[in-house]
């Protein structure tokens, strides 16, 4: 039958992890186990903090016994004065002990879970701008040349303009469709790098094929689509492509 757990339980149970409890105390515990669940949670608990606990006790009941003092000192009506004996105290300090580790442990959970990166920290971590690489055969075109000289200082802005242009009467120009897409992808055009990403996938093998796969997963961690970059990461790892590796390191992440 379970019964209430009272502070006299508690003293019990910290001598009995101390060692400290008599035969018949002992023989009280082991009793109270098989009859009282209640009692006997409390007493895992309890053992568990004991073993894992890793702070500086010794310093900790310095630490309360200062508390302790400081308290005696005050002026106290003589009616509402409270003697702590020996084993009360270090029932305190048990309980005390065990509020500290659930707080830490607490303050741990948060933190961890705030290290966890979010799909638009991997973007982050893991987007740079690709340099441009469009074959020169084909800067006889004048908004196609200011478009690259544009995307070369950074002037993604311009770039987009130019590339648009160009793309308007060359609508099959990977090339340009790949920077037109890193461009809207560095200007928060995140919807419109995404289609033009896929219009290159879709055409086939390129040599942009790989980069577009890449830029798309990344596009979609920045839209926080999560489960359409991770099926994009997966074929990236899968293809063994120069990109494979940075995919299984954004998957791993992201588990």
């Known amino acids: 039958m379970e019964q209430h757990i009272n502070a006299q339980d508690l003293e019990l149970i910290e001598k009995y992890l101390s ?10 515990i082991e009793k109270r186990l098989k009859e009282d669940k ?10 568990t ?8 006790i010794e310093g900790f009941r310095s630490d309360l016994d200062d508390i302790y003092r400081d308290y005696d000192q005050q002026p106290q009506e003589e009616a509402k004065v409270i003697q702590l004996n020996t084993h009360r105290k270090r029932s305190f300090y048990w309980i005390a002990a065990a509020v500290s580790i659930l707080l830490l442990s607490t303050v741990y959970l948060i933190i961890n879970q ?59 120009h990977i090339g340009a469709i790949f920077y037109q897409g890193i461009c809207e992808l560095e200007l ?39 489960q359409e970059a991770i099926k994009t990461l997966e074929d990236i790892k899968d293809s063994g492509s120069s990109y494979a590796a940075k995919a299984i390191l954004i998957l791993e992440e992201l588990d």
């Open 188 to 226: 928060g055009k995140t919807d419109d790098a995404i289609e033009h990403f896929n219009t290159i996938i879709n055409e086939g093998d390129s040599v942009y094929l790989n980069s577009a796969k890449w830029y798309l997963a990344l596009s979609y961690l920045k839209a926080d689509r999560k």
């Open 19 to 28: 060692q400290e409890a008599t035969a018949q105390e002992i023989s009280v």
């Open 49 to 56: 903090l004991k073993q894992g606990n890793e702070m500086d």
């Open 38 to 47: 209640a009692f006997a949670e409390r007493l895992s608990i309890f053992q």
């Open 114 to 172: 705030a290290s966890v990166s979010s799909p638009q920290d991997l973007y982050a971590a893991h987007y740079t701008t690709p340099p441009e690489n469009i074959s020169t055969r084909d800067e006889q075109d004048d908004h196609l040349v200011a478009a690259i000289q544009a995307y070369n200082v950074n002037d993604f802005k311009k770039a987009l303009e130019e590339f648009e242009i160009f793309l308007s009467t060359n609508q099959n």
